[in-house]
């Protein structure tokens, strides 16, 4: 049985099982196929160009390693902020309730990129949460990462929302802006506003 | 920061900036004894120490010879830091394949393959001269996009002198006034996609306007997922 989050809302717990929203799911995929000169299909590697070493797809990984060039394992593993400051540890929100006891206002919601969307299927919740948008501290998994989570009514049903705070303040005429990066002059085919094939 | 090229609804246009917003925390991690840590590649396997090479190499025997022997771990070679790896292609041999030709298979949400078409890469049009990116004059009450599109990124549009500053608040008063966000578009009808970068992710844009007092903020939000029922 997949996972489920539980919300409590009015002192009522509703639960639901959070299924990812994804653009592969809603307009598919596409995987990069590479064939030789004989049409025969290809496999990815890398090469090193120190000693020419052939690399297997996947055997080149990212490690963590100390001063001493050690590799050390995620578990022994102790998370600052840019300040030297521990970071806390949150639990994953599936293993406690989220409380839907916060509201937020559009422009609130829209201050966020979003890492991650869920459809939440619960139709009483749904009906309850109604037109108000809920907001809360959310961990998919927990750990050190803790991002800012939104329950919203949407016209496609209820979705969980998240993401990361983003400061949009107004400027004013005396803050001018200096361009110092330019990008090359680009022609484009137009299409029509399909998201498939974007 | 970077250039925008942007027209307005009368399809007058002007160079500004456009600044991207950091949403990202700056980790860092220590072991439990206090040493400071970083992250790079270092080899896990071989061409030689693939489960493919290995059945190869030992067939039937391969259960026996890995209990005796260890052959899935090249202790001279795993463990190594790697860098400026290249990428290259394999033939069914092992050997490096030359005349590659690279294909996009493009698959339906059902998995099915609906075409299979030559690899393409995008190119930015964010800053074209005479090319600028235009109010397509479909404008959405912004209550209602939020909960159509879900908006994977955002930018704030900058004035970069006196002109620009009135032609950036107008759009962003314009806006505001009509609670409302204005689809932008790129290329030369000024409706595709937006491609922020060479090699970038093409993004559908609208427009979103604030303003408070003398100051205003005209933020370019985009997305490529709706919020659609799985």
Request: aromatic letters at 8%; glycine letters at 8%.
């Amino acid at each position: 049985m997949a996972k489920e989050f539980t919300f409590i809302l009015g002192g009522v717990p509703f639960s639901a099982a959070p299924v990812k929203l994804e653009r592969k799911k809603l307009y598919g995929w596409s995987d990069l196929v590479a064939t030789d000169r004989d049409g025969h299909i290809c496999t990815a590697a890398y090469i090193s160009p120190e000693d020419s070493l052939l690399i297997p797809a996947g055997a080149a990984k990212m490690t963590t390693v100390d001063e001493r060039g050690l590799i050390v394992k995620k578990s022994d593993l102790i998370a600052f902020d840019a300040d030297g400051k521990e970071l806390e540890i949150f639990p994953s929100s599936f293993d406690s309730p989220i409380d839907l006891s916060k509201t937020a206002t559009e422009e609130e919601f829209l201050d966020h990129e979003w890492a991650s969307v869920y459809q939440i299927q619960n139709p009483e919740l749904a009906g309850i949460v109604g037109n108000t948008i809920y907001t809360f501290p959310f961990s998919y998994s927990g750990g050190t990462n803790l991002q800012d989570g939104f329950l919203m009514n949407c016209p496609a049903g209820l979705f969980l929302f998240a993401g990361t705070p983003v400061d949009f303040s107004p400027v004013n005429l005396n803050e001018e802006a200096v361009i110092d990066e330019t990008e090359e002059d680009v022609l484009e085919d137009i299409d029509e506003l399909d998201f498939s094939m974007i | 920061m970077r250039k925008f090229n942007i027209s307005n609804a009368e399809r007058r246009d002007a160079e500004v900036a456009f600044e991207a917003k950091s949403t990202k925390t700056k980790t860092c991690y220590r072991t439990t004894e206090g040493l400071e840590t970083h992250s790079e590649k270092r080899l896990r396997s071989t061409m030689e120490t693939e489960a493919a090479s290995l059945e190869a190499r030992y067939s039937d025997s391969l259960a026996e010879a890995l209990v005796a022997e260890d052959p899935e771990i090249d202790l001279e070679k795993v463990g190594l830091k790697l860098e400026g790896l290249k990428k290259v292609y394999l033939t069914d041999e092992g050997k490096v394949a030359y005349g590659v030709t690279l294909n996009e298979h493009v698959f339906n949400p059902d998995g099915t393959e609906k075409e299979i078409r030559p690899e393409s890469s995008t190119t930015g049009n964010i800053a074209v001269d005479g090319m600028p990116v235009r109010w397509t004059g479909k404008m959405m009450p912004k209550a209602d996009a939020m909960r159509r599109f879900v908006f994977k990124k955002s930018y704030q549009l900058r004035h970069v002198n006196g002109l620009t500053f009135d032609f950036l608040q107008a759009m962003a008063k314009k806006l505001a006034d009509a609670k409302a966000m204005m689809l932008v578009g790129a290329g030369a009808k000024g409706i595709g996609p937006l491609v922020m970068h060479t090699g970038g992710t093409p993004y559908r844009a609208f427009l979103e306007g604030r303003v408070q007092g003398d100051s205003y903020a005209l933020i370019l939000r985009l997305t490529n997922l709706e919020l659609k029922s799985l």
